[in-house]
């Protein structure tokens, strides 16, 4: 009996190593699932939000706060978020059209998502009504552990856009998901240049109970619609 025991000391010896190298893999496989299981019955969403803008080059941070939405109506998303601070701003999107309100000066720049719609779409919903299937067919994903944020397991995912186009803006992509919830707490955006954007998602609502009207943005008479190309 004595010496069947070193065989076996080495077959889990073996077969702990064969665990822990696909363990990456397998953990991923976990996380994009349950994003699929959150999506497909995904909905309505509400959730606070802290976005940090960083820029190297002059060592600053920019912070707005807010509250964002989202609904799914059939195939379309609609995202609207309300950016309280620092100053009031709207962005919504609707219709295949990014549509930016600015209540001090009454204007509304408007952006046609065009050719690049899914693209655009597939940014708006990351970690919010995307399905892990959907990551994939955008992003090459890795998975980089577990990390606890605002007391909160999640796992931390790796995103590199497949598009060069994508690329050129954003290098990578960081979200941490909730694995409990299969959506995002924590965004990442990484840009070439060395500046970044972290968001941050609290009091998240799913499903939420938003009306039409949330959806709207809510001109006057004297706001001005105009577009990059004038």
């Known amino acids: 009996m004595t010496r069947t025991r070193p ?124 399905s892990g299937q959907e990551l994939k067919n955008t992003f090459e994903v890795s998975y980089e552990g577990e990390e606890t944020v605002d007391n909160i397991v999640t796992a931390k995912l790796q995103l590199i856009p497949k598009s060069e186009k994508m690329r050129s803006t954003f290098s990578k992509i960081f979200l941490w998901i909730d694995l409990a919830r299969g959506i995002s707490i924590q965004q990442k955006f990484m840009q070439t240049q060395g500046d970044y954007r972290l968001a941050k998602y609290s009091g998240i609502k799913i499903p939420a109970k938003i009306g039409n009207e949330v959806f709207q943005l809510k001109t006057t008479s004297k706001t001005q619609f105009v577009s990059p190309r004038g």
């Open 7 to 130: 065989f076996f000391g080495i077959l889990i010896l073996v077969a702990a190593i064969y665990s822990a190298a696909q363990s990456p893999d397998i953990a991923l496989d976990k996380v994009l699932k349950k994003m699929d299981a959150t999506a497909a019955s995904f909905q309505t969403a509400q959730a606070d939000f802290v976005w940090d803008q960083y820029q190297k080059v002059v060592d600053e941070t920019d912070t707005q706060k807010g509250t964002v939405h989202y609904r799914r109506a059939g195939k379309e998303i609609e995202m609207m978020a309300d950016i309280k601070e620092p100053d009031r701003k709207f962005v919504l999107y609707k219709n295949g059209k990014l549509q930016v309100y600015q209540p001090k000066i009454e204007q509304v720049m408007s952006y046609p998502a065009g050719g690049n719609r899914n693209e655009l779409e597939s940014y708006l919903v990351l970690g919010f009504g995307g």
